[in-house]
């Protein structure tokens, strides 16, 4: 399994899928980065004059609804109605969900467009299967990934997704198993954005990769292990961020196959 | 006072404060990294329907006009205005204050929702107290800091606030006295948004440090070593950027008191 | 001439130009800094209400349309027209030009106000003169800078306008000459809106120094070998970012001049 989800890497770095991103704008930055370093090709545009027409040019769609407002709202779901009419994938980071009522309401409609993944930390999986039980605190979680279990396979089931719930412990949820990856490092949940990151990274692979869970699966293994592999060369969450951005490019079979915990 | 200030960035850690943020495009993703380097949590959100739930689970907000436009500057005045009525601590960051007509009435509207605390360089200051004599060079400073002294105290005493006149030496302006910190480095100037993060890391102090006084005091304190210490090793701007965030991170009391320059 | 291209770089270090910058989200944080690494003063404002202000304390005007929108594009416009009829030099970069109907049709518009320079990728200056046969993939060009020579030899003539191709070659096109420059790295590539950054450097050249086409080679020289250099001591585009602001604001003219590959 672990050679097979090395080759998706490679898959996406030889196909250079093109992504679309409708993201927040603390992270466009550093996830219009990430995909580069991982050989595809961002691509990021709201206007509602065009947007269904970028959605119609690349091969997968990111919605991240972090610093949402009406307007972003609106280019959410007119990109997301689109993709689905034209059977695209496409992945939803629910950012602060369960924050205010307003991201659950945007989410309930986004929810509609059916995303092929979904992917948050456990507090964000809890408040979107309204299962919430600890207030989510912000943009940070409160809750152990793996309190989000029952959560994110309601959702899975009732979506007809994948989930993933990120946290030390990445899980990943589909309707029938789960799948568990240990990798990370407590550093990176010091730099902005990174969840955000592994979202967009996450929309390359499911872009050009036929079997979604091991889309998911790698590029979820793929963003942790370069992330634990930075972080041990870091003095702070600044290098760190860096070094990830190096890593994600430079990364070696024997390096990903050393270090992957998967189960 | 210096230990006691550096018992207030242990209590920031400690405490982890969710603050939040309604800032400019161009730092939002430095001033989040910032504030997660010392230890707090940031929150980003400026939707009209969602401004005000997120105002109020947070301790602390922190406003910034550095590119603000008509919705933004709704979102802001709906955000000033809960936080009093909340009794919540909040931060003003005039850039460009004095540029234009635009930013000034602006913050005349700000200003009445009474800051606890107003940071920015002395073209700032002199703008925001119509006591400018120089014009403002876009959003860089082209007065000395104790140029800006009077024009404080007068904002200081008009508005019940503290202020900061950041600069070569930072002066921390009340109404009954001042405060002077000689830390920092002339290449932290080649840095976009600094100042910016300046201000959210103070956003975190006033949310949970009682004293507001040694809050901004020890938050400034906290940047400028920080920034000093970075840009020592640094060989341009590219690597202080990345250094700086390491060192609010990692630093160390000894670091810290060896460093500081307060009379 | 590759004296005068370092003296002219010496005199943007010493003028400091302020430059105003209506640019994307993606970028503004990149873009400013390497504004202020090579000495120049950025501005970033987009409000309606002071878009015009603002160009009128400017030396020169930035234009990018990336994350274009309908408000965003009314800036553009206010801020090019208004930059025509006080005379000042500006630049536009056409960030996916040929990807939608949207971006082809602003910047129809935007050409209107005869822009001192234009650069882009080859792909988008193909399509800015509807002479593309390759379609645009998104915001990555498909096509090499000579297969654009026509196209941008047609746009220099019919708006007056300098071009600059940019990619492996970067090509400086003017109604009677070519000039070509062969530094850069691979790597550049897999960095974000390291164009971007390269217009908004120009926007700092063509502010002060009076030989528009000297100025835009200085820029492009001096943005090409940094780039460079700082790749050469990379090892993954994380590290390029960081080296290249470092690089723009400590290069040395023995640097420059053993660097520069002009003809």
Redesign the interface.
Known sequence: MEKILWNHIQTVRTQSP?VHNIT???????T??AL??IGA??????????VQ??TG??QALVINI??????WVQSMLLAAQHTQKLNKPWILDPV?AG?????DSTLSELLSYKPTVIRGNASEILALARANTTPT????STAESNEAIEAAKQIAVEYGTLVCISGKTDIIVSQDKLIYLDNGHALM?????LGCSATAVIGAFIAVIEDKTEALTAAMALFGICGELAAKK??????L??????????ITEKEFLQTIKLS
């Open positions: 093109l927040n704008f603390v992270v466009m930055n550093n219009a980065n580069l370093a090709s961002p691509i990021m545009a709201h206007a509602h004059a065009e027409d970028m040019i690349c972090g610093t949402l407002d009406q307007y602060g924050a205010t009522p307003y991201r605190k912000g943009v940070d949940t010091r730099v902005t954005g870091s003095k702070g969450p600044g290098t961020q860096v070094l990830l951005l190096d890593k994600l490019h430079n």
